[in-house]
């Protein structure tokens, strides 16, 4: 199957990255959102880590203005999905945003267009059958930064065509992700492990068990990771982080799965991480030498 068109659907945080990286890889790509300020704000942060790119000398100048022509925007995704190959969702993680997505999709889409979603842990199986072709449907689990992440979780819904496994697969090679196919279980399998450890970090730290600094750096440093849970957390977004292990407690029913207040308390005061300036970490003055967030010093 040829990918002449790519629509991503949201432009938020995960959005904006993997149009960045469709784009980099030469197919034309139209980034949807109702909000136009979000919009351009996704174009910036493409830019700038195009910018960062080139630094690396990952890219020429070329293509990054290559990249860069390959993208356009809209507000107005009823006149894009009917010339899409291929739709990718990147909208917040609730249910009934993305079903008004995917009805609308599922009513406007071609025939031969694939419809992708980036959900973190909602059933593909679900969101497929609102598209009235849930052959055609896949779940494209990117990471955060999608740019510099390799790994794309494929998922299998219940419906979905062994075709269409077989043609993300081939088009996550193109993009030089390395696709890995797992089944259609809350969580998947990313998710489903990385969450109950950030949650559990979330409550050492609500107890008093260690400081953010502690935490981060016992992970760190004597576990391998490259970040630390909570610093984790704050890029995933809090908020995001809610909403998965409200699904998995929910679906998988088990009490390890229950949020932590302090991930509660954190998202109602609007301390969503990176994103809003404030997490575990301030981030205010210096977005990439964020502080400890004064609440936690
Ligand atoms: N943040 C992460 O690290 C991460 C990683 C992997 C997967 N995900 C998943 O990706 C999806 C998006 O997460 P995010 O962190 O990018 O969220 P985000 O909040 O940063 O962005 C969501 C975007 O969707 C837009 N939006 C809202 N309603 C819309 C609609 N009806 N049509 C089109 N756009 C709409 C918003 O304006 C916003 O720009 C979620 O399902 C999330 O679980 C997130």
Redesign the pocket.
Known sequence: MTFNRITV???????NGIAHVFAQYGFNVTL????QA?LDLALETISKNLDRQLQKGKLTQESKAASLNNIEISTQ?KLIFPHSDMIIE????NMS?KR??FEQIGKYKSKHCLVA?????LSITALGAMTQTPEQFIGM????PVPVMPLVEVIVGHRTAQKTVDAVVALSQKINKKPFIVNDYPGFVANRIALPMINEAIEALELGVGGVLEIDQIMKLGMGHPMGPLQLAD???LD?CL??LEILHKELGKDKYAPSILLRKMVLAQHLGR?SGIGFYDYQSDIKNPTIAPQFT
């Open positions: 659907v949201g432009a938020g945080t995960m959005g949807c959102d109702p909000n979000q995704p990147a909208v917040p993680e945003i008004e997505v979603s980036n959900t973190s842990s689990h990117f990471m955060n890029f995933i977004g995001v909403a998965i994103k």
